[in-house]
């Protein structure tokens, strides 16, 4: 009883994690339509940003905070530079570029930062709660984990749902032309979204950095199971990614727990086939209304 | 799946071998001029130099720690270069990344064989990555002394003459702390946290020789994935009271941290591979706010020694490779366990090389190993188990228990065998570093 509490206490705060990638992948694809694989490697370096800023005795928020705001600015200059020239040509040519910056910012985090494993450290406790006479595998830091990705998706819904801008980005991101004769700033939209998608990137990077170790590649795992999350959930929605990455979590905490850790990627395989095999698009799209 | 895998190696290694024939039949007719030197047929050796390679993670989840040993073994060999060599040649060390990645292991050792020509593999770093390259090496000719890993895969003279190990071997290491176990902790409860490939296994088939009916949990994790909150709180609530981790360090500062986080306070156990105390320490430090302070979480953890550590100012041993280190390695940081480690299998190779005489040949050099291997005598408490039918590295260890950054001893140094082979006392006293700090030993046979 004690285990499968604290398996499944552990697989909600991973799904978290994976929910706050997959929220930063839903955000980017309703602002642009595109999938953006350097998501992880663009969190990993703005979390190695703030890791310097703690090495040289600044507080963990003031940390946290720079790296959100470096995400943000991060995310409009690759938006700008890298994206933006390639953006008229067939939506493949971004994923593409996309892939190599993926591999492109761990090359130079590895220049600048090294490559060797580092600590991160986190800004609540790392012990569990006790509960009567045990310690159950939730954490101060966990539930921090968890409010941040709460707030994060009613900030998305909201945006998206009540406010002009979000309306503007998801014209913007559906019908460029249309847009554009609406009197909407395509291009301006257009880097918002990577901006805003990045500086929650970078709070996924931030959060799972806490208490753990980090090194350039610290991330790869999350992506994998990030974007099955974000797929899981449709892509579209960000409840659906909040609860795809919690599903993720958990299914994967309970095969790691009670299988074994090796069949844990193949878990994740399986569980978006199958899942995709039922529903196409994802367990909480709407994909037809999209087939004008 | 393995089946498949494994086929397509064998394949890949044919295919390999076959452009190695080739290549290193039209090498030699290129290079005839320049060596006419007696035993110098061999790739990778002049009359004034011979070129040895290795492959460790120098990135990766694998690096922290094991990227430091090709530094020492680095400063190791600077330092007989610089007192004139061995038979008069210089030796050349040239190591390359392959982080932890067996894919990259037989890529990187495919380069030093075909592309940097090395004459021997000294302390190739790993048991799923060393594995990958063990047919390669093998059926090249091409000596892989001193793998860096207790897996008793380097000891099958049949199947694999070229290649011997060094460290006493998981198994060894395993049973000596089972029998440790079985008499000091009789009543525990005992879990093990094992790396789910032969280190972990043969560990594993180690310690439950003696507490196969103690063992009440078994946690396999997988190299890469760091999420083991699921393998820990398993442990917890199988009640191990006692935890034996034959793992890696970045895994011992994992298992640390996760254990805190369910508050899990077993007698801990790490196999010497994983529990550096100074690495360890190095790895948790900035949780600190207080709670966890640089080593002091290891302390009181059990652990296994072959050979004095950095801690140990007053041997004789640490006070050669501090000497080595500042000399000629200083610059690159401090002198460190890891370092240590490396400099003593570099002085292990000197020794190998000067047995093979003054014109090696790799098979020379294999053959001096296999008649003289376990008469050598170095930084070690015990020796080595080379022979013809043996090609087993160091046969026994002391269990000791971690305090700050060093160690006290819990037992004294204990040999045994594989198999069923007893575990008894070692009682010859530690051979003490020649004067020169370089080896002196003669040509065999």
């Known amino acids: 009883m004690q285990q499968f509490v604290n398996v499944t206490l552990g697989g909600l705060s991973q799904g978290a994690i994976y929910a706050a990638f997959a929220l930063a992948l839903v955000l980017i694809w309703r602002a642009t339509r595109i999938i953006n694989f350097a998501q992880g490697s663009m969190a990993m370096f703005t979390t190695y940003v703030a890791l310097v800023l703690i090495e040289a005795g600044h507080s963990y928020w003031l940390a946290f905070g720079a790296a959100l705001l470096g995400g943000l600015v991060l995310g409009a200059v690759v938006e700008r530079l890298v994206i933006r020239p390639v953006e008229g040509g067939p939506a493949l040519n971004a994923v593409i570029v996309t892939l190599g910056l993926f591999v492109a910012f761990q090359a130079i985090a590895a220049l600048l ?113 990030g974007f099955v999350a974000a797929v899981l959930g449709g892509l579209d929605s960000p409840g659906g990614a909040v609860v795809g990455g919690l599903l993720i979590g958990l299914a994967l905490s309970y095969v790691s727990g009670y299988l074994g850790s090796e069949l844990v990627t193949l878990a994740a395989l399986a569980i978006l086939v199958a899942v995709l095999l039922v529903r196409p698009h994802g367990l909480f799209s709407r994909a037809a209304e999209r087939r004008v | 799946m393995t089946k498949w895998v494994r086929r397509r190696r064998t394949a890949l290694v044919a295919a390999v071998a076959a452009a190695t024939v080739l290549a290193s039949a039209c090498g030699a007719g290129g290079r005839s001029e320049g060596d006419s030197g007696g035993g110098a047929a061999d790739p990778g050796i002049t009359e004034d130099s011979v070129k040895v390679g290795a492959h460790f993670p120098l990135t990766g989840v694998a690096a922290p720690g094991y990227s430091a040993i090709p530094t020492g073994a680095k400063a190791y060999f600077d330092y007989v270069n610089a007192n004139g060599g061995v038979h008069g040649r210089t030796i050349e060390y040239v190591y390359r990344d392959d982080a932890y990645n067996p894919t990259n292991t037989s890529q990187v050792v495919n380069e030093l064989v075909l592309q940097d020509e090395i004459f021997a593999m000294v302390g190739g770093l790993g048991t799923p990555t060393h594995s990958a390259v063990l047919d390669f090496l093998n059926s090249n000719g091409v000596p892989d002394l001193f793998v860096s890993s207790g897996s008793l895969l380097w000891d099958q003279p049949e199947q694999n003459p070229m290649t011997f190990g060094w460290q006493p071997d998981y198994e060894v290491e395993g049973k000596i702390i089972g029998k440790y176990v079985k008499e000091n902790f009789p009543e525990a409860k005992v879990g093990l946290f094992l790396q789910d490939d032969d280190f972990g296994r043969d560990g594993e088939k180690g310690a439950r020789a003696y507490i196969d009916d103690q063992i009440v949990a078994a946690e396999r994790y997988a190299p890469g994935n760091t999420d083991i909150g699921p393998q820990i709180a398993a442990l917890q609530a199988a009640g191990a009271d006692l935890v034996i981790g034959f793992n890696v360090p970045s895994y011992t500062a994992l298992s640390q941290l996760t254990a805190l986080r369910l508050n899990y306070q077993p007698q801990w156990i790490y196999s010497n591979v994983g529990s550096d105390p100074a690495l360890v320490g190095a790895l948790l430090g900035r949780f600190s706010e207080g709670k966890v302070t640089d080593s002091s979480m290891l302390d009181g953890a059990i652990t296994t020694e072959y050979m004095p550590g950095v801690d140990e100012s007053d041997d004789p041993w640490t006070q050669l490779w501090r000497k080595v280190w500042d000399a000629h390695g200083g610059e690159e940081g401090e002198l460190s366990n890891y370092r240590i480690y490396g400099m003593a299998q570099a002085y292990t190779f000197v020794q190998a090389l000067q047995a093979a005489g003054p014109d090696p040949t790799r098979q020379g050099l294999v053959d001096a190993l296999e008649q003289v291997g376990g008469e050598l005598r170095g930084p070690a408490f015990v020796p080595f188990r080379y022979s013809a039918d043996s090609h087993a590295g160091m046969s026994g260890v002391k269990v000791v228990r971690i305090k700050g950054n060093g160690s006290e001893d819990l037992s004294p140094v204990q040999v045994t065998d594989n198999g069923d082979a007893e575990i008894t006392e070692y009682t010859e006293e530690q051979a003490t570093p020649p004067a020169n700090g370089i080896p002196d030993v003669q040509p065999a046979g």
């Open chain 1, 113 to 225: 930062f090294g490559s060797s494993f580092e600590s991160f450290p986190a800004p609540f406790g790392l012990s569990g709660f006790r509960v009567g006479e045990f310690t159950v595998a939730f954490t101060p830091f966990s539930a921090f984990v968890i409010g941040s990705v709460v707030v994060v998706m009613l900030g998305l819904v909201a945006l998206f749902r009540f406010t002009d801008v979000g309306l503007r980005m998801r014209a913007s991101a559906f019908n460029q032309e249309v847009a554009r004769l609406l009197g909407v700033r395509v291009g301006g939209m257009l880097t918002l979204g990577w901006a805003l998608a990045a500086a929650v990137g970078s709070l996924a990077g931030l959060l799972i950095a806490g208490g753990n170790l980090v090194h350039p590649a610290y991330m790869d795992g999350v992506i994998v199971y």
